[in-house]
C-alpha cells in the first residue's frame, strides 16, 4: 500500500501520441503513494521496439539504468536515433525516499511522424472553383474518394492527412478519428499541421475505399474581423495511407490524379456563416468499395504546398459534452426557440421528419431580447445559420460538419416538420481539466463554472476573444491575462506550445509581434496623416510571447519554451529598446487598459491627456506601454537567467531598471501620484515593481482611496484588474479585495452573474437594467479576460499556489483566506506531479483545514491562528506531528512545512 509507484505516463504532454516530430522527445510521469513524506529518489526508464521487449526488461532504444534524482518531468529521451513511422514503448521503475524498489509502470507508447518532406510521396488534390464566396453562399464542399486493394496479413497501417482547409477522413464508410475541425488553425503561410491515426484494424484484405470531405475552414472561409479572408481560393488534400505487411513488405496509398470528386449533400460550409446541407443530395455509399462513381469528376490536382509540414503536437478539437435543453419553446408563427441553459461554442443535432423539400433554417444566439427573440446584433458580419433541406421519408438527423457557433438559444424555423430528440453539441480543444473549486456561497460557484465555460467556448485550436461574432481571433493580450487561469482549470501545456509558434510566425522582420496570433491583415488605418496596418505591436497584446512563455515555465517547470522562442523574444524586446531609446513609450494607438470604467467624466479626461486615452481606457497609454515595456525586459532578463545567458540577464536587467527610473521620473510625483490617477495606473506600477520603496506604500494607500471613494468599486479594465486583485492582496488587503468580489452591483463579477450569465461578458457592462444591451459593435457574452480573476480564486479561496522558490508545482504555497463571509471551500489541482486537495470550513470560531499534497511534492501551509493557541494536526499539537515542521509565524498565520500526504489542521480563527 506504500509503495511508490509511477503512474501517468506522457510523451510531450500528451498520452500515447501517434506521429510526433520531436527527435528527442520529453517524457513525463507522476508517483503515487498513499503514505506521508514519499518521494522519488531514482528512476529507470526503459525504452523498447516493442512491448515483447519491455516485458523482457530489454530496453533495446534507451535502457537509462538508475538515475540518481527525484525529478519525473522533463525526462529528455537519450537513447538510439529515431525514425520516421518508428513505434516506441516505454516503462519506468521508480525508489524511494527510504530506497526502496517499486514496481514497473504500465508501459505507454508513442510513434514518429514522417520526419522529411521526401517521405511524402502523395500529390494535394481537390477542386478547383470559380464560384465567388458571400456570406450567404460560401462555397460548395468538395467530396473526395478513392477503390485500393489491400493483400493478406496487414500488420500495421497508418494514415497521414492533412488538408488546406478541413477534411473529415473515411474508410470502408468509417469515419477515421474523432477529431474535429482537422487541421487546426495555423499561419499557412508558414505551416500546416498533419494528422497520425492508426487505421489497422479498419482495412480488409481486398476492395478498400477511402473517402473525404473538405471544408474551408480557416484557410478559404471567413476568418477574422475584415469580412472575407482567405489563405487560398480552394482547399486541398493530402493522405498517405502507409500499409505494413506480416511478411516484412510496405505498400502506399496516396492521394493523386486517380482520385475521383463531386459535390454532396454538405452543399456549403463556413467557421462563421453556417452550414447548409440538402439531404436529397445524399450519396449513399460513396465512401465504401464498389461505389459507382457516374457522374463523378477527375480531381485537380492542386499547387505543392511550400510550407512546413508539421506534426500535431497539442491535443485536438473535439466533442466533449451533448446537453439537452432546458426549455423548448412553441411560437404561434411556427418557429420554435430551443434553450440550452449554458452558453457555449459548438452546435445542435436535431432529429426531424418532413416531406422531401422542406427547408429548415436553424439561427444561434448567446441571449434573447426583451420580447424573447434571438439577439443577434452582436453577431456583426457573421450568420451563425444553419440550413437543412429534408429528403423525406421519416426520421432524420441533422448535424452540421465545418461550422461551429457560440450559443445559448436556437431559433427553428420553416416547414412543417415534426421535431426528435434535441442534444446540444459542446466542441473545444479537448484539454484535460486540471482544477475544481467550490465554495460555500452559490454566486461565487456559478461564476468559477462561467469562468471554465467560458474557457472551453474560445479554446478552439488557439485562445479566441469569443465563439460567435466575426472575430475569432487568438488576441494576445486577452489570452496573457488569462494564462495563469486557463492553467488552473485545464492542462494547457500543449496548447499555449502550439499558439506560441503561431506568435513567432506572425512576429514582424522589426521584431514586432502581431496583437493576435495566426496574424491576418486586415486594411491600413489612416492615423496623423499617416497609413500604417494595424493589430501590430500593441503593448499589453504583443507582449504576450514572453507572459506566456514564463507562465508555461513557472506553471510547468518547461525550459525547453523559453529556448525554442529566446532569440524571438530578444527581437520583440530590442524593437522597443530601439524605438523608444528614451524608455518611454508614447506611439498611438494603443489599445490600454481595454475596456475600463471611466473614473471621472470623459471630457475632463480628453481635455487633460487628448490622444493618449479613449473611451476604452482613461489610462493614459504612454502609462500603460512603458509599464509593459519595463515588465518585458524584466521577464526576458529573468528568462535569460534560467537558461544561463547571463550577459543578456545583466543587459535587459538593466534595461528594465533603465525604464523603471524613466517612468518615476516622467509619471511620479513626488507624493507618490501617478499620471492618469486611474486604479489601473497604480496597480500596474506596483504590480510590475516600477516604484521605488518610498513611493510604494503611498501609491498604494492612493490606489485602496480610489476603491472606497468610488463606492467599493473597481474601474479597471482588462489588465487592470488583474493586477488590482494581486496588489490588494499582496499588500494587506485582501479583505477588500474580497469585498470587490463579492459585490453584486454594476461593475462586479457577480453582476453578471445575478442577471443570468453563463459565461463571462466580454464588458463589464454588456447589458444593465438601465441602459440594456451595450453597443452592438463589440459585446460578446463570451469572452475569457475577465474571467481571469480565476487564478486569484484558486490562490486566495481554494488556497493552492505554487512556491516561487522553484517552478512547475514542485513545492506548494497553501494559503486559504477565509474571507468575504464564506465558510467554506474545497479545491483542487492536478499539476505536472499529481494533484493536490484543499478543504477548509469556518465553525464557531474554528477553522479546519484538510490538505492532500501529491507524492514528490512538498508544502508551506500559512494556517490562520489566535496567537498563543495551539494548532492541532489530526489529535495533537501540529508542531509534534509526523512529518509536519514549524517554521515560525508571520501575522496573525502559523506557518508550517509538510511532506506529501493528507493532514488536518484545526485552529481558532482570529476575530
Known amino acids: 500500500m506504500g509503495l511508490l509507484t509511477a503512474e501517468r505516463l506522457r510523451t510531450e504532454y500528451l498520452d500515447n501520441p501517434l506521429g510526433i516530430d520531436a527527435a528527442t522527445p520529453r517524457l513525463g510521469w507522476i508517483v503515487t503513494s498513499e503514505r506521508r513524506g514519499a518521494s522519488q529518489a531514482a528512476y529507470r526508464l526503459l525504452v523498447a521496439t516493442s512491448l515483447q521487449k519491455l516485458d523482457e526488461l530489454e530496453g533495446d532504444l534507451w535502457d537509462s539504468d538508475i538515475v540518481e534524482t527525484s525529478e519525473t518531468q522533463h525526462i529528455e529521451y537519450a537513447g538510439y536515433e529515431l525514425f520516421s513511422e518508428q513505434k516506441v514503448f516505454w516503462k519506468v521503475q521508480v525508489w524511494d525516499e527510504q530506497g526502496v524498489e517499486g514496481a514497473w509502470s504500465e508501459p505507454a507508447m508513442w510513434s514518429m511522424g514522417l520526419l522529411g518532406r521526401e517521405e511524402w510521396r502523395g500529390q494535394w488534390i481537390g477542386w478547383k472553383n470559380d464560384h465567388k464566396p458571400t456570406k450567404e453562399s460560401p462555397k460548395p464542399n468538395v467530396y473526395l474518394r478513392r477503390d485500393f486493394r489491400v493483400g493478406a496479413g496487414v500488420k500495421r497501417a497508418t494514415v497521414y492527412a492533412t488538408a488546406l482547409g478541413l477534411y473529415r477522413l473515411y474508410l470502408n464508410g468509417k469515419r477515421v478519428g474523432n477529431d474535429v475541425f482537422s487541421p487546426e488553425w495555423t499561419d499557412y503561410h508558414v505551416r500546416v499541421q498533419y494528422q497520425t491515426y492508426d487505421v489497422t484494424d479498419m482495412l480488409r484484405e481486398g476492395d478498400n475505399a477511402a473517402g473525404a470531405i473538405l471544408g474551408q475552414g480557416w484557410y478559404a472561409g471567413y476568418i477574422g474581423m475584415y469580412g472575407f479572408q482567405k489563405y487560398g481560393m480552394d482547399p486541398s488534400f493530402l493522405l498517405q495511407l502507409n500499409v505494413e505487411y506480416e511478411d516484412g513488405t510496405k505498400e502506399s496509398v496516396t492521394t493523386e490524379s486517380r482520385w475521383k470528386t463531386s459535390y454532396g449533400a454538405i452543399v456549403s460550409s463556413d467557421l462563421q456563416m453556417g452550414e447548409t446541407v440538402d ?38 478539437i473535439r466533442v466533449t459534452e451533448e446537453r439537452k435543453p432546458e426549455n423548448i419553446r412553441w411560437l404561434p408563427d411556427g418557429r420554435t426557440i430551443i434553450d440550452l441553459g449554458q452558453n457555449l461554442a459548438g452546435w445542435i443535432r436535431i432529429a426531424l421528419s418532413g416531406e422531401a423539400g422542406t427547408r429548415c433554417v436553424f ?45 445559448r438559444y436556437v431559433e427553428l424555423s420553416g416547414g412543417p416538420i415534426k421535431i426528435g430528440e434535441v442534444t446540444g453539441i459542446v466542441v473545444h480543444s479537448d484539454l484535460p481539466e486540471s482544477g475544481e473549486l467550490v465554495t460555500s456561497h452559490p454566486l461565487i460557484n456559478r461564476l468559477v463554472q462561467n469562468i471554465r465555460w467560458t474557457q472551453r467556448a474560445n479554446f478552439m485550436s488557439v485562445p479566441t476573444d469569443c465563439p460567435q461574432r466575426d472575430e475569432r481571433h487568438g488576441w494576445t493580450g486577452d489570452a496573457q491575462i488569462f494564462a495563469s487561469t486557463a492553467a488552473y482549470n485545464m492542462d494547457v501545456s500543449a496548447f499555449f506550445a502550439k499558439w506560441l509558434v503561431d506568435l513567432e510566425d506572425a512576429q514582424q522582420p522589426t521584431g514586432a509581434y502581431t496583437d493576435f496570433a495566426p496574424f491576418i491583415f486586415g486594411p491600413k488605418t489612416e492615423f496623423d496623416n499617416d497609413f500604417t496596418y494595424t493589430h501590430t505591436a500593441s503593448a499589453g497584446w504583443a507582449d504576450a510571447p514572453i507572459i506566456v512563455a514564463w507562465g508555461l515555465y513557472e506553471t510547468y517547470g518547461d525550459k525547453k519554451v523559453l529556448r525554442k522562442h529566446y532569440d524571438s523574444m530578444k527581437k520583440w524586446v530590442d524593437f522597443n ?101 486611474t486604479q489601473t495606473a497604480y496597480a500596474m506600477a506596483i504590480e510590475m515593481e516600477l516604484l521605488p520603496e518610498r513611493l510604494r506604500s503611498s501609491a498604494i494607500e492612493r490606489l485602496v482611496a480610489k476603491i472606497e471613494q468610488a463606492g467599493g468599486m473597481a474601474t479597471t479594465g482588462f489588465h487592470g484588474t488583474k493586477s488590482l486583485m494581486n496588489v490588494l492582496t499582496n499588500a494587506g488587503y485582501a479583505e477588500l479585495a474580497f469585498r470587490l468580489l463579492m459585490r453584486e452591483e454594476y461593475p462586479s463579477w457577480l453582476y453578471s452573474v445575478n442577471q443570468g450569465a453563463t459565461t463571462i461578458w466580454e464588458r463589464w457592462d454588456g447589458w444593465t437594467e438601465e441602459n440594456r444591451f451595450q453597443d452592438p459593435g463589440m459585446n460578446s457574452f463570451c469572452h475569457f479576460a475577465f474571467g481571469s480573476i480565476g487564478e486569484w480564486m484558486y490562490r486566495n479561496i481554494g488556497g493552492i499556489d505554487r512556491d516561487a522558490s522553484e517552478p512547475g508545482f514542485r513545492k506548494l504555497l497553501i494559503r486559504p483566506q477565509p474571507m468575504g463571509g464564506l465558510t467554506s471551500a474545497s479545491c483542487s489541482y492536478d499539476s505536472l506531479y499529481g494533484k493536490a486537495k484543499t478543504q477548509w470550513s469556518v465553525l464557531n470560531g474554528e477553522f479546519m483545514l484538510n490538505v492532500t499534497i501529491p507524492a514528490n511534492v ?53 476575530k
Not at 439531404?279 to 455509399?285: D, K, P, V
Not at 444553419?386 to 457557433?405: A, L
Not at 515595456?629 to 537558461?643: E, F, R, T
Open 279 to 316: 439531404a436529397r443530395l445524399e450519396m449513399s455509399g460513396w465512401n465504401e468499395a464498389g461505389f459507382a462513381e457516374g457522374g463523378w469528376s477527375p480531381v485537380d490536382v492542386m499547387y505543392d504546398y511550400r510550407g512546413w509540414l508539421v506534426s500535431q503536437m497539442s491535443r485536438t
Open 363 to 407: 439561427r444561434f444566439a448567446e441571449v434573447l431580447d426583451a420580447s424573447g427573440e434571438l439577439y443577434t446584433e452582436n453577431l456583426r458580419f457573421a450568420r451563425q445559420i444553419d440550413t437543412y433541406t429534408c429528403k423525406g421519408g421519416g426520421v432524420e438527423v441533422f448535424e452540421p460538419t465545418f461550422t461551429y457557433h457560440g450559443f
Open 577 to 677: 529598446r530601439k524605438q523608444h531609446p528614451e524608455g518611454i513609450r508614447r506611439d498611438v494607438p494603443q489599445y490600454g487598459d481595454w475596456l475600463s470604467v471611466n473614473e471621472r467624466p470623459f471630457e475632463e479626461v480628453i481635455a487633460e491627456f487628448g490622444r493618449m486615452v479613449s473611451h476604452h481606457s482613461t489610462t493614459p497609454y504612454d502609462i500603460f506601454s512603458t509599464a509593459y515595456m519595463a515588465h518585458n525586459a524584466k521577464l526576458l532578463s529573468k528568462i535569460a537567467g534560467v537558461l544561463g545567458e547571463n550577459e543578456d540577464r545583466i543587459i535587459y536587467s538593466a534595461l528594465f531598471e533603465r525604464i523603471r527610473m524613466a517612468f518615476v521620473e516622467q509619471f511620479v510625483g513626488a507624493d507618490g501620484l501617478i499620471k492618469g490617477d
Open 858 to 910: 512538498s508544502a508551506v501551509v500559512h494556517i490562520p491562528s489566535v496567537e498563543g493557541t495551539e494548532v492541532l494536526e489530526g489529535t495533537s499539537a501540529a508542531k509534534h506531528a509526523y512529518g509536519v515542521t514549524l517554521i515560525g509565524r508571520e501575522g496573525d498565520h502559523n506557518i508550517y512545512r509538510i511532506d506529501s500526504g493528507t493532514y488536518c489542521f484545526v485552529s481558532l480563527l482570529p
